[in-house]
Nanobody
Framework: QVRLVESGGGLVQVGDSLRLSCAAS????????MAWFRQAPGKEREFVAT???????YYADSVKGRFTITRDNAKNTVYLQMRGLKPDDTAVYYC?????????????????????WGQGTQVTVSS
């Protein structure tokens, strides 16, 4: 069983940057696709970005060009670099490991294809 711990959230101003980290323990995630999701108060959890074991990345349209997902397999850690933050980016950010049978462009954005969710890290963007 893999355990994921997110960190790096905080209170920032519009236009600021933050880098979130997701540290995995228990076993290596180097052969797994990983993703970031977020959930704002009163809203459903939504896909943000994902990175495959071959470093292929996909992003939600709302963050494309502003957020970058990377991974460091030596550290068993996945990162989310966020730039140009907006108030709409305010949410709890979660990382997760893809556990579905097939990872593809038709399912990488579905929360139910992931397991091993972390506890989340709060990002608040103040205007």
């Amino acid at each position: 069983q893999v355990r994921l711990v997110e960190s790096g959230g905080g209170l920032v101003q519009v236009g600021d940057s933050l880098r979130l980290s997701c540290a995995a323990s228990g076993r290596s995630v180097s052969d797994d696709a990983m993703a970031w999701f977020r959930q704002a108060p009163g809203k459903e959890r939504e896909f943000v970005a994902t990175i495959s074991w071959t470093y292929t990345t996909y992003y939600a349209d709302s963050v494309k060009g502003r957020f970058t997902i990377t991974r460091d397999n030596a550290k068993n850690t996945v990162y989310l670099q966020m730039r140009g933050l907006k108030p709409d980016d305010t949410a709890v950010y979660y990382c997760a490991r893809f556990s579905g049978e097939y990872y593809s462009s038709t399912n990488y954005y579905r929360p139910n294809e992931y397991d091993s969710w972390g506890q989340g890290t709060q990002v608040t963007v103040s205007s």
